[in-house]
């Protein structure tokens, strides 16, 4: 089994470049079903979830090539397999976007219900009430989705989203773009990687309005053709390593960004007494002096995301006084806390609110990731303890960093993958 040894307790210095967005990537590979043509997909990457979500393409009869290590070219005009095997849904999350896609272009889908559920309860109904209107007959049965259309297709409609949700609005959007007439989503979900897979789909020849704001207007139109598209950068990967820097201190350029959608990150670090400028597509991270308190919570974009909850609690644990974080989506996402004790902070959780005693210096020690932005708050965490720190299950790291461990040995930080006997190789489900 691999794990990451981190010595810790240095500053860092120099440049990272961030990659393409993970949670938009696993929506626009298989929103490539939905293409009647060959679509070329720049800035992918490098990650398992996106090795997953190829496999799962590739499964169901695309022609899937890599035409470098970010660009991939898919082909799905020759589908002719809509069932989606309960091995390869178990291990992702997001392979609930195969329904949408599979049900908007082939009027059928068949997809195992996706990956547990470590940020406690994550029910898809939403989706499944989004694509009944719409027209589709479905059920959930012997752990499958089944989803299908009228004889005569889907058809456009109004659809009100009771709960702000992103995958749910993605998903409609999928089973939309084909469906006659006009879908309206009303109380739509904003987030960066939603502007994107509208962006992507309106490339191939989609007409979607409104995405980025909380109406969402898509146009039915006939087929969508083939064509190049690159994934926006990965405002949460950007974000771990901006909290990186806020916990070992330093100064750090932060590459490849949209600094726009990093607004809800940086004013937090601000607050805390970190430097930030925006230099174009780039942005400079600059941590000199002690950390200040101060209080999260989080919220849909452009709130503060709550994928970066626990990599700002990371570096709470090092500021001076109480901060208060209020978790605002998912029920169980302080479970990185107990191992955050084993470096010696002080942490309460009552529900969803933790309240974090700043302790002014963490000191190394074994920890087990538990999901995928967890892991990475021990990642910053062992970077800014003294002494070393032992990171275990680095596999739920490794569905959504791309080379995180040679992007952070680039700006001086001690990180290494050490392989240890095999004292623990559980899989648990997927999340993220
Ligand atoms: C996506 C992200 C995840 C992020 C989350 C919130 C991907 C692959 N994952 O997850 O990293 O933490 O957005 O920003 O993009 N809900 C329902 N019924 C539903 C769907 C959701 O009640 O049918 C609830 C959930 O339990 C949760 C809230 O709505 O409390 C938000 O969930 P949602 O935005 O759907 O998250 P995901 O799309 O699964």
Redesign the pocket.
């Known amino acids: 089994m691999n794990k990451y040894v981190i010595r810790g307790g240095k500053p860092l210095f120099g440049e990272i470049e961030i990659s393409g967005a993970?949670?938009?990537a696993?929506?626009i590979l298989p929103a490539a079903l939905l293409v009647d043509g060959v679509c070329r997909i720049e800035n992918v990457p490098q990650i398992s979830?996106v090795t997953l979500s190829l496999e799962i393409l590739s499964a169901l009869g695309a022609n899937v090539r890599m035409l470098n290590r970010t660009t991939v070219e898919i082909d799905c005009r020759h589908i002719r397999n809509f069932s989606v095997p309960d091995d390869l849904c178990r291990k992702?999350?997001?392979s609930?976007?195969l329904i949408g896609s599979l049900l908007g272009r082939f009027g059928q889908a068949q997809v195992a219900m996706?990956g547990g559920c470590n940020?406690?309860?994550?029910?898809?109904?939403?989706?499944?009430?989004g694509f009944q209107l719409l027209g589709a007959k479905t059920d959930v049965l012997g752990g499958y989705v089944y989803a299908e259309a009228p004889k005569n297709g889907l058809s456009g409609t109004n659809i009100y989203m009771d709960?702000?949700?992103?995958?749910?609005?993605?998903n409609i959007m999928m089973a939309a773009v084909l469906a006659k007439g006009m879908t309206v989503i009303e109380n739509a979900?904003k987030?960066p990687?939603i502007v994107d897979l509208a962006n992507f789909l309106n490339t191939m020849g989609a007409n979607i309005m409104g995405a980025g704001t909380d109406v969402i207007k898509i146009r039915g139109v006939e087929r969508l053709h083939g064509g190049n598209y690159s994934i926006i950068p990965d405002q949460?990967e950007a974000g771990t390593y901006m909290a990186c820097v806020t916990a070992t201190g330093g100064n750090v350029l932060i590459k490849n960004v949209i600094p726009k959608h990093l607004d809800c990150i940086t004013s937090k670090l601000v607050e805390m007494g970190v430097e930030i400028r925006e230099e174009g597509e780039n942005i400079r991270v600059i941590r000199k002096r002690p950390l200040k308190r101060t209080n999260i919570k989080?919220m849909?974009?452009p709130g503060f995301?709550?994928?970066m909850q626990p990599q700002i609690a990371a570096c709470l644990c090092l500021a001076n006084g109480t901060s208060m974080i209020n978790e605002g989506?998912?029920?169980n996402?302080f479970r990185y806390v107990e191992e955050f004790k084993r470096l010696g902070a002080n942490i309460q959780v009552d529900g969803k609110i933790a309240v974090i005693e700043g302790v002014g210096q963490l000191n190394g020690a074994p920890l087990q990731a538990c999901d995928?932005?967890a892991g990475a708050a021990m990642v910053i965490a062992g970077l800014a303890a003294k002494g070393i720190t032992e990171i275990g299950s680095i596999h739920y790291i490794e569905r959504g960093y791309d080379e995180l461990v040679r992007k952070l040995r680039g700006v001086g930080a001690e990180i290494a993958i050490v392989a240890f006997p095999d004292e623990d190789s559980r899989m648990d489900p997927a999340?993220?």
Do not use: C, F
């Open positions: 993970k949670n938009a696993v929506a979830d992702m999350r997001a609930y976007y996706p940020l406690g309860v994550r029910p898809i109904d939403l989706h499944i009430k709960q702000v949700s992103v995958g749910a609005t993605m979900a987030e990687h949460i989080t849909p974009y995301p709550t994928d989506i998912w029920e996402r995928l932005r999340v993220g």
